[in-house]
Structures are given as structure tokens and as C-alpha cells.
């Protein structure tokens, strides 16, 4: 591993990644209009990304290490920047909601993608 990618890299990349964790749900949900189960590892996936977050100063200079220890004013920054991402994820997913139905139905047909197959879902008209 690279120390210097791990150890310097934009907050933005962070919060990319959180997005792409949320996004699974918010297909879900964009496509089916409800939310299934399963989403628990793309959460704890967050949940890791949120406390990086935490830790880098996001909302301020990190005041303490256990997150079960954190204070009201924190948890409450914390939870609402989750909820604005949960909205963006799900945002983007309705504004892409034909090319993730192309992709769901061309994986229900066939069971696996590659690469072309799902550019090729996602293109077509």
C-alpha cells in the first residue's frame, strides 16, 4: 500500500466513497420504491468512512476517540451530513433510474456482467 494514498488524499474522495456505499440502497429504492435488506456491509462502510471523516476535522477539531463517547452537537452534525448524503445518493440514482433498470434486467437475464456488457445496459436506448 502506497503511504502516501492512504495517508494524504482529499476529504472529497471520502465522501465519494460514502456515496458509492449509499448508492446500493438508493437503487434500490429509486427502482422499487422501498428500501430491501441487505445493505448492512455498505453501511459499515459509511459508518468507517464517517469516522475517518470525523477524525480529519470535518466537523471541527476531533475532540475525542470513541465515537460511543461522542457529544449531542457532534452527533447530531454527523447525522444530518448522513441524511444530505443518503439525499444526494438517492438523487443521483432517480436521476439515473432507466440506465440502473437496463442494468438490473440484463443482470436478471444473464447473472453476471462484464464491464462492456454493463456500459452497453446503461447506453442503450
Known sequence: VNVEQVYAMPLARIEKDILVFLAGQAATIAVSGEPWT???????GVLSRIWAL???GKWGVPL??????????????????????????????????????????????????????????INAV
Request: proline letters at 3%.
Open 64 to 121: 475525542m476517540r470513541d465515537p460511543d463517547k461522542m457529544g449531542g452537537t457532534m452527533k447530531k452534525r454527523i447525522d444530518a451530513y448522513t441524511r444530505r448524503m443518503e439525499k444526494k445518493a438517492l438523487a443521483l440514482c432517480e436521476s439515473h433510474k432507466d440506465a440502473i433498470t437496463r442494468v438490473a434486467q440484463a443482470l436478471v437475464e444473464k447473472g453476471t456482467l462484464g464491464s462492456d456488457e454493463i456500459v452497453a445496459a
Open 38 to 44: 441487505g445493505p448492512t456491509g455498505d453501511y459499515v
Open 54 to 56: 470525523y477524525q480529519c
